[in-house]
């Protein structure tokens, strides 16, 4: 159930931000430390976007997997506490 949820939200976003995007057809000058490029609003929202998404994912991996060291650590020190009674 919790993941039907996740991804309902994450659709009902995407959906959000294609309206939002569609909406800005507007050009304008994006200022890169080496460079600069005319592209159209809706474009940077998404990438924009897709670059917050992928930070977030990268972000909560780390942490997952940062939990998860940790939960094998702890089981294997129970695991070997019970052997020792």
Do not use: C, D, P
């Amino acid at each position: 159930m919790k993941g039907i949820l996740t991804v309902l939200i994450i659709l009902v976003l995407l959906a959000f931000a294609f309206v939002i995007g569609t909406q800005n057809e507007t050009e304008i000058t994006v200022n890169y430390l080496i460079a600069q490029a005319h592209i159209r609003v809706s474009t940077l929202i998404a990438i924009t976007l897709t670059l917050g998404v992928i930070i977030g994912v990268l972000i909560m991996s780390a942490s997952w997997l940062r939990l998860r060291v940790q939960l094998l650590s702890a089981r294997s020190k129970i695991n070997s506490l019970k052997k020792e009674h």
